[in-house]
Each structure stands twice: as C-alpha cells, then as structure tokens.
C-alpha cells in the first residue's frame, strides 16, 4: 500500500521555517505563535496515538477530552522559544517513525478522530498535512497559502468543501480560495455573480 506523506514533509519543512520567531501574535485570535507550536506538537503527539491503536489495535484516543488539550496547548505556549522548537522536531520525528513502521493490513485499521468520526488509518497523514500546511501560515512569520503546493490547496479545498457543506462556486485565486474556505484572512474570492464572498469561520 502506498501512503503518501510529501505534504507532511513539505509542512513540516515550512513550519520549522516559520518557527525560527516564537515571538509575538500568530495570526488566529487569542493565540500567541507559542500556542501555535504547541498545538503542532501536541498534534503530533496525538496521532502518535492512532498510529499506536492502528498497530496494535489498542484504543487510544487522540484527546483524552477537550478541555485537557487547551489545558496542555496553554501550559505548552509557556515554555521558552527553544523548547517549542525542540518539542516540535521530537514529536514530528517520532510520527514520522512510527507511521513509517505500519504495514499495508494496519493501514487499513479503523480509527477516530478527535471530532469521533471513524476514518482509516490512512487517514492520518492527510491530518497531520493539514495540521502542518495551515498552522505554517497561522504562525503569521511569512509563510501563505501562496506558498503551499499547489496539489494540496486542490484538495484541502475539496476536504473542506465535503465537511462545510454550505460554499457554492467561488472564483479567485487557488490560495485565496483555500484561505477562504479554511477560514482565514483572503483576498479576491468572489462568487460567481461577482459578489463579495461573506467570511466564514475557522475551520481547523
């Protein structure tokens, strides 16, 4: 079985650029770029856990509930820029590892979400590409849409349109449209009769 996991990579690669400057604001409200780093690790960290529940068929949740995963990304955003960084390339490694390791029958296991859909385990690199890509540009130090392949704008757009449910046809740029619909700041995305699109809210 072939699971690709370039676009884990190539965010993985933008995050560590972007997390060069811990310093300051990111761009989602109320989180600072330390936040943000820790819910990367945090992240990674938890679909270590479904990685582990597809291999041995252990349950083991991503979350063990929602308020300790703000209680864990809150006191993770104290720790020193050095730290974060540290954590972060530990935790990614780690995933990388362990993903690496499943055979094509433990691919194949069923697991949940942190929402409790059932997904395939080869869901799991897809949901850590969107962690990665997104949360690149959300650390606010540079990097945007623009800069994310071209491939995975495509099909982020028609992830979050299957889970959105409510966006009709869109015109504009491929980056502002998957900014759109991802929630975050964006520019010339129209409808199709040259209507201002409405903003949406967050997703992810």
């Known amino acids: 079985m072939i699971v690709v996991t370039e676009w884990v990579e190539a965010g993985t690669a933008l995050c560590r650029q ?103 385990a080869t869901d799991i690199p897809w949901m850590r590409s969107r962690e990665v890509m997104i949360h690149a540009v959300d650390l606010g130090a540079g990097v945007t849409f623009a800069d994310l392949p071209t491939d995975f704008l495509q099909a982020l757009c028609a992830d979050i349109r299957a889970k959105r449910g409510d966006v009709g046809d869109l015109s504009g740029p491929l980056p502002d449209i998957a900014a759109y619909l991802a929630g975050r700041p964006y520019t010339n995305v129209h409808l199709t009769d040259g209507t201002p699109a409405e903003p949406l809210p967050p997703w992810l």
Not at 39 to 56: D, I, K, P, Y
Not at 59 to 82: K, N, P, T
Not at 84 to 94: D, G, M, P, V
């Open 18 to 120: 972007a997390l060069v400057d811990l310093d300051g604001p990111s761009l989602l409200p109320g989180w600072t770029r330390k936040h943000v780093a820790a819910h990367l690790s945090l992240n990674a960290e938890a679909l270590g856990n479904l990685v582990h529940w597809a291999r041995t068929g252990e349950e083991r949740r991503m979350y063990s509930s929602a308020e300790q995963r703000s209680a864990d990304i809150e006191a993770g955003a104290l720790r020193s820029a050095d730290e974060l960084r540290a954590w972060f390339e530990e935790s990614a490694e780690t995933l990388a590892n362990a993903t690496a390791e499943l055979t094509d029958e433990q691919w194949r296991s069923t697991v949940l979400t942190a929402q409790g859909r059932e997904v395939p």
